[in-house]
């Protein structure tokens, strides 16, 4: 992915994070969105290239921005884009750590059509690399890591979020003597956050959202982490709907996937030569959160790059 467009991109995160910036602690998560997503869509369109959003907000009837499918840009080169210009609405609404705004891009065809349900995950640092594995219980996965880590496992961290249908993995993982990291929302920021040492995370496992693993699995396949998902219907009576509508997705996107099966980084990402980044809203372990300095306002971020196997830190200072 040539470097221009890149640095394109990562202003299109920018002007996003500053715009959901403004609703910091205000108890408005709905109008937080809102601001990113209009940002990130008029940053977009300002762009020479031809983009189409893959994963977004929702499919067109249900979103007026940002929609899957939507065409972006002003012609150029095919790209596309999976993004969430909010991830955390929550943590933004109340001001809390690790609000980001999230892209990823990589060439026509790459990323998967994810479709809207959820995704049992399991993510994992470069270290543990053919070590891990989304069908082995919590306990080898944390024997696994701790080898790899080199560490005793004590001392493993798992993310997990904090959900009712996650009470008995969370159980087995303190069964299994490791530790617990409890997170409210944005399961991007869990799963990218075991390649970044200074993060504390280890492991992240548990169901969330599949488009969120998308994301996730850009980032972490940039420098050669681990990430795995099988998607989960559920068993209620939206089940059946929401399976015929993954087929229906995947199907018209012509994307052969297994929708039962163990989806590999390969399945979710098909390319070497995609990218993701995160710019902090508010402050976290991963990036910072917008600064204001007098007439200046500073965005750091976080770029992850399939091309040159690279993390990159940025802090841009603009001028009001």
Not at 148 to 166: A, G, M, T, Y
Not at 171 to 178: K, L, S, T
Not at 246 to 270: F, K, N, P, S, Y
């Amino acid at each position: 992915m040539d470097i221009t467009r890149i640095m394109q991109v990562l202003g299109v995160a920018e002007s996003a994070a500053i715009a959901s910036a403004e609703w910091n602690g205000l108890g408005d998560k709905n109008a937080a969105d809102q601001a990113a997503t209009t940002a990130m869509r008029e940053a977009f369109n300002q762009i020479d290239f031809d983009g189409q959003i893959v994963i977004g907000e929702g499919e067109r009837d249900e979103a007026p921005m940002l929609y899957i499918g939507e065409k972006l840009g002003r012609g150029g080169e095919a790209i596309d884009i999976a993004v969430d210009p909010l991830e955390g609405t929550n943590l933004c609404a109340a001001n809390r750590p690790n609000a980001l705004t999230t892209i990823a891009i990589a060439p026509r065809g790459a990323l998967l059509f994810a479709p809207d349900t959820y995704m049992n995950k399991l993510a994992a640092g470069p270290a543990c690399r053919g070590k891990v594995h989304i069908d082995q219980s919590p306990a080898e996965n944390i024997q696994a890591v701790a080898t790899c880590l080199d560490k005793p496992v004590s001392e493993v961290n798992v993310c997990v979020l904090e959900r009712e249908r996650h009470q008995q993995l969370i159980a087995d993982i303190r069964a299994a003597g490791a530790r617990v990291r409890t997170i409210d929302d944005g399961d991007v920021f869990g799963a990218i956050a075991t390649a970044l040492p200074h993060t504390g995370i280890d492991l992240y496992l548990g169901s969330g959202g599949s488009p969120e693993g998308v994301l996730a699995c850009t980032g972490l396949k940039a420098i050669g982490g681990v990430f795995m998902g099988r998607f989960d219907f559920g068993e209620d009576v939206k089940a059946a709907e929401k399976r015929e509508r993954a087929e229906q997705m995947v199907a018209e996107h012509q994307q052969e996937i297994d929708l039962d099966g163990v989806l590999t980084m390969d399945d979710l990402v098909r390319s070497d030569q995609a990218c993701f980044i995160a710019s902090g809203v508010t402050a976290g372990e991963l990036v910072d959160g917008v600064r204001y300095y007098d007439d200046k306002i500073e965005v750091s971020s976080v770029l992850f790059s399939s091309a040159e196997r690279s993390v990159k830190y940025i802090r841009n200072v603009k001028t009001l």
